[in-house]
């Protein structure tokens, strides 16, 4: 039986250096695709799917997502050494924020409401989301084994034995998991440096990660403007697609 999930963490902290000029004066979260920031149509899928705690760990230009708090309920914290650390170090940093079992997100990234459902449905405690090929020139593959059992992941295709799936950027996890992941920065500095995801390699002897591969997943990552450029052009259009048909199938009456 899954168990009830009702937190997520957004990671928010990044500069988002590749996708100057554009966030010298906004976060990436900020960017805006089909009239609607990447950020505000986050949350509003989060809230739709139940998850009523959300906390994004900012940094670079926090000001803008305090601005947005009293509209869309949620907390934040503060990674104040965001220009010198990585994604690991931001999620760490929400160890006394979080209670039990959450969603960690990314802030740039576009998807359909379903990648939410599929893993707060899922039984697996740790349950990282993973997409079919994307095509998009910045793939992250993830290897697992026959039973779907995370094993690593890397940019460099010819670095993992087999491609099981790309990382989406949406992963579920339990709060013993967090706590591994803090107890492996506390122990070397080295690994403020890191990814996230990268961290779940090194907690594996003690938490098992199972990888939900959903093939056909709409969805995007933005980090420089041939991203934004694909986000606009082709996976938005695609998005209100996948909707479009959801109403049509679901409540709209079929003549007899």
Excluded at 7 to 36: C, D, H, M, W
Excluded at 180 to 191: F, G, K, M, N
Excluded at 192 to 220: A, P
């Amino acid at each position: 039986m899954a168990k009830k999930i009702d937190t997520a963490v957004i990671l928010a902290a990044g500069s988002g250096i590749r996708l100057r000029p554009k966030t010298y004066n906004i976060p990436k979260g900020f960017v805006e695709v089909g009239g609607q920031t990447l950020i505000e149509r986050s949350l509003k899928i989060l809230h739709s799917n139940g998850i009523k705690n959300i906390i994004i760990g900012c940094g670079h230009l926090s000001k803008m997502y305090e601005e947005i708090q009293g509209e869309y309920n949620f907390d934040i914290y503060k990674n104040i050494e965001y220009q010198v650390s990585g994604s690991l170090y931001t999620l760490v940093l929400a160890e006394e924020l979080v209670s039990d079992d959450f969603l960690i997100l990314e802030s740039d990234i576009m998807y359909e409401p379903r990648s939410i459902k599929a893993l707060v449905e899922a039984s697996e405690e740790n349950l990282i989301l993973a997409s079919g090929p994307t095509q998009s020139q910045d793939e992250v593959y993830i290897e697992a084994d026959e039973n779907m059992r995370f094993v690593t992941l890397n940019k460099n295709k010819n670095l993992v034995k087999q491609v099981s799936g790309e990382l989406v950027g949406i992963t579920k996890i339990s709060k013993d998991t967090l706590t591994s992941l803090c107890d492996l920065v506390r122990s070397d500095e080295a690994y403020k440096n890191w990814d996230y995801e990268r961290g779940f390699t090194q907690v594996l002897d003690k938490h098992e990660f199972s990888v939900k591969k959903i093939d056909d997943l709409v969805w995007c990552e933005i980090d420089d403007e041939n991203h934004l450029k694909r986000a606009k052009e082709l996976i938005y259009p695609k998005l209100i697609q996948k909707v479009s048909l959801l109403y049509l199938l679901f409540f709209v009456p079929i003549a007899c």
